[in-house]
């Protein structure tokens, strides 16, 4: 009996069905949610043999293709309303993106991590700071668990 075990990407474009506002380019190895406008932000899947790594511009997260489930619900975490980057720029350069996770209960913003891009940038210039928030899902509506939802993995 042959048993089709459906492509990570094909179970994100299925789910995208429900969601016909959603822009999205996509290869044979990475899937790509355009923002809806300059206040939102990139959601990117990208797969290999070994891993996938799932980004919000450049802030991004490793997991093993053991972890299929778990990368799925980072990548729907970067789509809602519970998460947003704080990116940090000079010059009109982005140098710094830190995730941000909504508290439910309290409505606070908290540290989620962060990814930095070394580059030449005029350290004498005043640093600009944006923050960028996708809102595909709705709250109510994030296919995790509440208590699932404080932040995508986290290092010790």
């Known amino acids: 009996m042959f048993c089709y075990k459906m492509d990570v990407i094909q179970k994100i474009k299925e789910k995208l069905e429900k969601y016909p506002d959603v822009s999205f380019e996509e290869t044979a190895s990475d899937i790509t949610i355009l923002p809806k406008d300059s206040s939102g932000f990139l959601v990117n899947l990208w797969k290999d043999d070994r891993e996938i790594i799932v980004s ?6 490793h997991f093993d293709r053991s972890d299929e489930a778990e990368a799925l619900n980072c990548f729907a975490f970067g789509l809602s309303e519970h998460c947003r980057l704080k990116v940090y720029s000079k010059d009109g350069k982005d140098y710094r993106w830190t995730l ?3 508290d439910l209960e309290t409505n606070e913003w908290h540290f989620g991590g962060t990814t930095m891009v070394f580059r030449l940038i005029k350290f004498w210039k005043r640093k600009q700071v944006r923050y960028l928030q996708n809102s595909f899902i709705k709250i109510g ?9 404080a932040s995508p993995r986290r290092r010790a």
Do not use: G, I, R, Y
Not at 56 to 61: I, L, N, Q, R
């Open 56 to 61: 919000f511009e450049a802030w991004h997260e």
């Open 100 to 102: 941000q996770t909504k």
């Open 141 to 149: 509506a994030m296919p995790v668990a509440a208590s699932d939802m």
